[in-house]
């Protein structure tokens, strides 16, 4: 583990340590214990899991559902959860960490939507959902993240119509390949949507 403390600020950066396994449900608990741990040797410094400012556990062998209190790390920019094998839904409460810059959770085993409460994180720059089994449509509130310049949802089971605009206007076929049935522009290399086409609006 590489620990790195600016005043009371750390990060969890843990990466391709295949040996590592565990139920992520109770993760937050284990970084609880760790942190307490780490106040009490630095002399009392206040640390809290509010204090995190990056984790970053990719290429584990994590296994289990995202905790709802992983909302609790207020001051977090990067998280990556990448390569690993989590299940269940994406918590909600991940829309709350405002400050969140990159945050992946690709090649895992997620389902569900992606959450409208994403819109909220309006300084993201890098999303990627790809390799997961995700369900349903990308939020059009997603059109909020102006700062958003990566986006990948390739390889899940996603439909409906992809968004056009905000950051949309800038991403290419590649973010959204291999998914259940998405329409949308040209450009996009997906078929038009039923309401879009003038037979429709005919009708």
Avoid at 45 to 52: G, I, R
Wanted: charged share 20%.
């Amino acid at each position: 583990m590489e620990e790195e403390f600016v005043e009371t600020y750390c990060s969890i950066v843990i990466e391709n340590a295949k040996y590592i396994v565990g139920w992520v449900s109770v993760m937050l608990s284990s970084w609880k214990r760790w942190v307490e741990k780490a106040t009490t040797d630095s002399g009392g410094v206040s640390m809290s899991l509010t204090d995190l400012l990056e984790v970053k556990l990719s290429s584990n062998s994590l296994t289990g559902v995202l905790s709802l209190e992983i909302g609790d790390m207020k001051v977090l920019k990067i998280l990556n959860l990448s390569s690993n094998q989590l299940l269940g839904d994406i918590p909600i409460t991940i829309g709350g960490l405002i400050d969140l810059t990159d945050l992946s959770l690709a090649v895992n085993q997620l389902e569900g939507s992606i959450p409208e409460s994403f819109s909220a994180l309006l300084s993201l720059d890098i999303l990627d959902l790809s390799y997961n089994n995700l369900s349903g449509r990308i939020p059009k509130c997603l059109e909020a993240l102006l700062y958003l310049k990566y986006l990948n949802v390739s390889f899940n089971n996603l439909r409906g119509k992809i968004p056009t605009g905000g950051p949309f206007v800038h991403f290419w076929p590649t973010s959204f390949i291999s998914n259940d049935a998405f329409c949308g522009e040209p450009r996009l290399q997906v078929p038009p949507c039923e309401e879009d086409s003038p037979h429709k609006k005919k009708g």
